[in-house]
């Protein structure tokens, strides 16, 4: 298995565990002042230009430092901060963790897109700053988030989950429940959410969850619940495949599932092609790698072809 499988293998592994947020970014000085003037917008207006070319890592570096400018004209918008935070993500998970020299800009990175969502959060949900610095529980510190905040919160719980792997098993492990609560947290206000983004965390949650039995009939269900309500995104299948498929031993599902996302055609979901693009490649990996899941007969019957 290369180096680069063998991080992804552990980060599915344990990602449901959770992870936890440092205390740093809001109860200190929670928006950093201005430090520039000028017309903000036109900065956001050439970030969201060069988002839209995001397949190429240049332009999700453009689109970074153009919404980054915008920002030290009005650090206040959450909204710039949530597209900030969501680019560090991309370009943390699907660009920098596949160059095995660049693993401490990716832990980095992520905990950029971490900051800027939690800003965005604390700023939309004004009563999370003030439980969550009195070391309320977390989930009554998020509880009077609304709709308005989801996106926040769902891009804050998504890098915080990279990010705590990154630190390692014990930060993991100590703030599993943080994650979860934001997850449920998405799922009562927006469950449709990036395309029904809970159930696909729902779905590795329950693979690990009675801690390494899990439940399958709950990960199953969950992961039906997300792939059913949005079969364009490319990432739940890979998931339930590696997670899914490969702890209950069904090669068949597997395979099906693999082929699926290797043979989808970008264009008929243009708007996710650069997301896909990278899952595409995520799912051959895993293709190639499928004999250290499962026998090579059992492969083969299921359609495989190392």
Same mark, same amino acid.
Request: charged share 30%; glycine share 4%.
């Given at each position: ?9 552990l ?12 205390? /740093?970014n809001?109860?200190? /000085?929670?928006?950093?002042? @201005?430090?520039?003037?000028?017309n ?15 397949? *190429?890592?240049t332009?999700?570096?453009k689109a ?5 400018k ?9 909204e710039?901060?949530?597209?900030? #935070? %969501? ?5 943390? $998970?699907?660009? &920098? %963790?596949? *160059? $095995?020299?660049k *693993? ?6 992520f ?6 969502a939690e ?5 939309? !949900? ?10 309320k529980?977390?989930?009554? #510190?998020?509880?009077?988030a ?5 996106? @926040?919160? =769902? ?22 429940d ?7 947290r998405?799922? #009562?206000? /927006?469950?449709?959410?990036f =395309? ?7 779905g ?10 899990? *439940?399958?009939?709950?990960?199953? @269900?969950?992961?039906?619940?997300s ?5 364009q995104? &490319? ?7 590696? %997670?899914?498929?490969?702890?209950? +031993? ?10 699926? !996302? ?8 243009p ?7 990278i899952?595409?490649?995520k799912?051959?990996?895993?293709w190639?790698d499928a004999?250290?899941?499962? #026998?090579?007969?059992? &492969?083969?019957?299921?359609?495989? +072809?190392?």
């Amino acid at each position: 298995m290369t180096r680069k499988m063998t991080l992804l293998t552990l980060a599915f592994a344990l990602f449901a565990a959770g992870c936890g947020t440092t205390r /740093q970014n809001v109860c200190g /000085q929670l928006v950093p002042n @201005a430090t520039a003037q000028g017309n903000a917008a036109e900065h956001v207006a050439a970030g969201d230009a060069a988002w839209k070319e995001r397949k *190429d890592i240049t332009w999700i570096k453009k689109a970074i430092e153009s919404w980054n400018k915008a920002l030290a004209i009005t650090p206040k918008d959450a909204e710039t901060r949530v597209k900030l #935070s %969501r680019a560090y993500y991309l370009l943390a $998970d699907g660009h &920098l %963790r596949m *160059d $095995d020299e660049k *693993d401490e800009e990716m832990k980095a990175t992520f905990r950029k897109g971490m900051k800027e969502a939690e800003i965005a959060f604390a700023l939309k !949900v004004p009563k999370y700053r003030k439980d969550f610095c009195a070391e309320k529980p977390f989930a009554e #510190s998020i509880s009077t988030a609304d709709a308005t905040a989801v996106p @926040a919160m =769902y891009w804050f719980a998504t890098n915080l989950g990279k990010w705590g792997l990154e630190e390692g098993l014990t930060t993991i492990l100590k703030y599993k429940d943080d994650i979860k609560a934001m997850m449920d947290r998405v799922e #009562s206000l /927006q469950p449709t959410y990036f =395309y029904y983004a809970p159930y696909r965390y729902f779905g590795v949650y329950w693979t690990k969850i009675p801690v390494f039995r899990g *439940d399958e009939a709950k990960s199953k @269900a969950a992961f039906e619940k997300s792939i059913k309500g949005a079969p364009q995104y &490319l990432a739940t299948k890979v998931l339930m495949a590696h %997670r899914f498929a490969a702890k209950w +031993k069904d090669p068949a599902l597997f395979v099906k599932l693999l082929k699926e !996302v290797i043979e989808f055609d970008l264009t008929t979901a243009p708007e996710l092609a650069p997301e896909n693009a990278i899952e595409q490649k995520k799912a051959k990996d895993l293709w190639e790698d499928a004999d250290t899941y499962f #026998s090579e007969d059992d &492969l083969k019957a299921a359609g495989w +072809k190392g």
